[in-house]
């Protein structure tokens, strides 16, 4: 038998605090083995031995012996217990006694390489935030009796995982709601609930593409869809929008035709453009000749604060090569995490066993309480708060810009969404006034870093109003008036 004095020459701590003895002597051994004081083959003390030497109940030894046995770091035999031999327990003990650096395991995804980072870490609940609906506004009451009553009529099975393309109730409830307000050619058959828009959006590149395939985004856009794409190795060209929405110059088709084409035509984002009657048809005709499926992320289209509602591309014309992209992070609340996706009839046909295999259902209550949510009303009745509420904090906020920002600017957004887009000259370098601004409690996006290739013109602020009451934009906007000229002299 080994020598072990050195290992039992301590004993195990005990008081208030300390760690169960057992953990600590489990701990202590595979410390000792790992680091070569325990070699291999040595025979350990027997359970009595070592608990008298330890004062501990035999137990206790017996326990962790036997959890050694289950991890592999030793054998127990007829003979005895013995330290199970360890390729790599010299090599740990060398590194112990001379700490060297060691090489790792590098990162050789070009994906990883391609996605980098445009965000700052920050504080959705600050004022000004892009994206982020008035949360404190939300019907939690009536959200929470709809949880209830799903969570009640839902029989156990319901705790399982589900259908992978989601809850028969949810789509259902989409497709309907979809073909009454936004024109949407569709039935439940085509929806496939995902989590988020994200998850639209990387499904949808799995479904269609290969890497290396090309896909256009919109420039500035959703940077969402840029990290999808290239999430899937797809070779990303950069389309400018104007105020008629995505541009597409001829030659592109001829040069580098898509495979992919992400548009947000009913209220681009950032800029808030509607892309034109003309342009939605030409870019179904054209996509349709070229083979190339269209993603028509419609986001945030329910909040439109002037007109009607704009009526989504997908619905315009039969088989269009769409496929259509929606979430309730902007109509619920983001820590929802339901989108959906509607597939054109064709992909479903072909590709739903290819789904099935590739997804797993979940979030099963959540999906049953919305299904409950826009059956009962609730939906519709919440979205037609939540318009009333966002004109009013848009129009507070166009007008404090009028009245206090005192700088040259260009609004743009139009009259629909959770922001306004606000272009500054290039003297007032807008990731500073960010940055600034974040410091003292606003948090406004920069408009540059929603572009791919940034020109003078995308150099500007992107101003969220779904989070920040009416009331608070005179003072803020003062606020935000101060940060913007102290950039312009820093810069």
Known sequence: MMDTTALLSSPLTRGPGSLPRQRQLIQRLKQAILAGQL???GKLPSSRALSEELDISRNTVLIAYEQLTAEGYVI??????????????????????????????????????????????????LPMTPGTPALTQFPINAWRRAQDRALQAAPATALGYGHPVGEPALREAIAQYLRVSRGVRCDASRIVITEGAQGALTLCVQLLTNPGDTAWLEDPGYRGAKSAFHGGDLDVMAMRVDADGIVIPESAWQERPPRLIQTTPSHQYPTGAVLSLPRRLGLIERARQAGAWIIED????????????????????????????GTFSKTMFPALRLGFVVLPEAIATQAMPSIIEMLRGGHRLEQLTMAAFIENGQ?????????????????????????????????????SGLHLTVRLPEAYPDREIVEQARKIGMNPGALSSFAVAPLAEDNGLVIGYGNTGAERFPALVQRLRKVVLAARQAS
Not at 84 to 108: E, F, G
Not at 392 to 411: M, S
């Open 39 to 41: 070699p291999a083959g």
């Open 76 to 125: 127990a035999d007829r003979q005895g217990t013995r330290v199970a031999p360890l390729s790599a327990a010299p090599a740990i003990a060398a590194k112990r006694a001379a700490p060297a650096p060691t090489a790792q395991p590098s990162l050789t995804s070009k994906r990883l390489t391609r996605i980098v980072s445009t965000r700052y870490a920050h504080d959705g609940s």
């Open 298 to 325: 419609d986001y945030d289209s329910e909040f439109r604060h002037q007109g009607e509602p704009i009526a989504a591309m997908q619905g315009l014309v039969e088989d269009a090569p769409v496929l259509y992209v």
């Open 379 to 415: 939906f519709s009745r919440h979205l037609g708060r939540m318009r009333r509420l966002y004109r009013e904090r848009q129009g507070a906020l166009r007008d404090a810009l009028a009245a206090h920002l005192g700088i040259e600017h260009e609004v743009l957004g139009g009259h």
